[in-house]
């Protein structure tokens, strides 16, 4: 293995450590809620109708979900694993319904990972230096809601390790010519619309940075001159066909036909009635949903773009083009800020590309101490930031300040208006004020007292009554916390909570080791 991979290898690990370890161990979203009963269907009882959840009814008369499928065949092996362990490990009927929920969520902490690694391995591929890389991947692993994300069972890391894939194989194809590198690109932008139907927008700006860039007179490589157009449009392509006749297949086999996708409202013109400046300056300047405040590193893209841009001219455009089409996009969405969520979530699979630039500048000859000053500080500012996220649930913040249960209709244009636009409601402000008052509380020996009801067929994506759920305000968001609060610690879980930490932690230690490495760039 050489030592790039080696590389990849630790920081997956550290990282998959991380997230495993801080994962809250449960799905609270409805979006998310509903892709596990759609998993939960697939895997046992072959059907892609759901029992509850965000549905429309289908043609059958049944409940089909409004989402695609691509999350759920994802998330299908880790449902299985989760209920042979389930089978195997001597737990209550009554805790099924979390044990399967904690393992399918599980896809997340790997697909974040993934996604770390695949950023550093498309710094290589550019160039990038050993050094640079690293840090641009460690920043975007520790310094960015990817690490909230990682908690949930949205889709956000899936799409953001997808994408990265597609952009990676396009480029490994690039240097190399081979054939295998197409048709992971290609696996990779359909799955990337399988799992969302709006990554058609980031899709589209690939497929064409594929024909302009694959298909040259003129080619550097040998073995990319010996492949012809048709066999690159065919490794490209097949794959990609065979995720659009699954996603026509899915439609069909809900609604009767291939062209209804599922959405009603999100896809029609009430659904696009935000202001655009409202949203431009909501998901890029607000107090309450700024890329910018919720991943500080991003500020020197602004600087690394034009620095990629005199070398990698194909590629600037297209991480340009992908990111404006998608926030001019959303600024246009009824919800326009994902809510309620941590940061601008629709914007978050885009964030690599918008690192991949500052890799650029750090890489650079001429490039200064001050602003390696800038980017570790901004890191460093980034990380703090997301600490707050990851320790304190995002719906118990809404509910600290008011704002849950909802206040306002969801098309009312000053919903959850407090928490977007004004400074001292600012999650990143209230997450951490809660923090402290709850470590606080818990060095005090105040600290929940709650017990969960057993998840039925029927039953509430939280299974907490409303005492409950006021317990959860002085609460820490991990998944052994609320086995402690719940009276369900074993000493087992310490053994977990070892070897996760235990793993993490040497391998952070290696990889920061390569990040002083004085040796040779081996990309």
């Known amino acids: 293995m050489t030592r790039s991979r080696w590389l990849g290898l630790r920081l997956f690990i550290l990282f998959v450590c991380l997230y495993l370890l801080t994962s809250g161990g449960r799905i609270v979203s409805s979006d998310g809620n509903t892709m596990y009963l759609l998993t939960r269907s697939i895997v046992e009882e072959k059907t892609v109708a759901i029992p509850y959840g965000n549905g429309y009814p289908g043609v059958d008369g049944r409940l089909y979900p409004k989402a695609g499928i691509g999350q759920a065949i994802l998330a299908a092996p880790f449902y299985v694993v989760g209920r042979a362990v389930y089978n195997r490990a001597g737990f209550e009927e009554s805790e099924r319904g979390y044990v399967m929920r904690f393992a399918t969520a599980c896809l997340e902490p790997f697909a974040a990972a993934i996604a770390v690694v695949l950023l550093l391995h498309v710094c290589f591929c550019l160039g990038h230096g050993v050094k640079s890389s690293l840090a641009l991947a460690l920043a975007f692993g520790f310094s960015t809601p990817i690490w909230v994300y990682s908690k949930g069972f949205l889709t956000e890391p899936i799409t953001t390790a997808l994408l990265l894939g597609s952009v990676l194989g396009l480029l490994l194809f690039k240097r190399s010519g081979r054939r295998r590198h197409l048709v992971v690109a290609g696996l990779c932008v359909g799955m990337t619309v399988l799992v969302k139907y709006a990554m058609l927008l980031a899709a589209v700006p690939i497929v064409i940075f594929f024909v302009s860039s694959c298909f040259p007179m003129k080619h550097r490589s040998s ?86 841009k005199r070398k990698f001219g194909a590629e600037a455009l297209l991480f340009a083009s992908v990111f404006i089409i998608n926030v001019l996009f959303y600024s246009k969405f009824l919800s326009w800020a994902g809510d309620g969520s941590w940061g601008p979530r629709y914007l978050i699979p885009f964030v690599p590309l918008l690192l991949v630039p500052v890799g650029s500048l750090l890489s650079s000859p001429t490039v200064g101490r001050l602003t390696w000053a800038a980017f570790v500080l901004l890191a460093v500012v980034g990380f703090l930031v997301q600490v707050g996220g990851v320790s304190i649930y995002f719906g118990s913040y809404l509910r600290e300040i008011g704002e849950y249960p909802y206040q306002r209709e969801f098309t009312d244009p000053r919903f959850l208006s407090d928490s977007h636009f004004i400074p001292n409601y600012s999650p990143v402000y209230g997450h951490w004020k809660m923090l402290a008052r709850n470590v606080r509380l818990h060095m005090e020996g105040e600290y929940p007292d709650i017990s969960f009801s057993s998840y039925s067929e029927e039953g509430d994506r939280i299974p907490l009554d409303e005492g409950g759920r006021k317990e959860l305000l002085t609460g820490l968001d991990f998944w052994f916390t609320y086995l402690f609060y719940v009276g369900k610690w074993k000493s087992v879980y310490w053994l977990i909570v070892l070897i996760l930490g235990g793993l993490g932690t040497i391998s952070g230690l290696l990889t920061a080791k390569t990040l002083f490495d004085r040796r040779p760039a081996f990309a």
């Open 223 to 308: 073995e990319l001159s010996a492949l012809s157009g048709l066999g690159r449009l065919l490794a490209f392509g097949i794959p990609l066909a065979l995720c659009a006749m699954v996603a026509l297949w899915y439609n069909q086999a809900r609604f009767g036909t291939v062209l209804e996708s599922g959405y009603g409202v999100e896809v029609s013109r009430a659904g696009f009635g935000t202001p655009l400046l409202v949203g431009l300056f909501g998901q890029l300047f607000s107090s309450g949903k700024s890329i910018f405040l919720y991943a500080p590193v991003l500020v020197l893209s602004w600087s690394g773009f034009a620095v990629f």
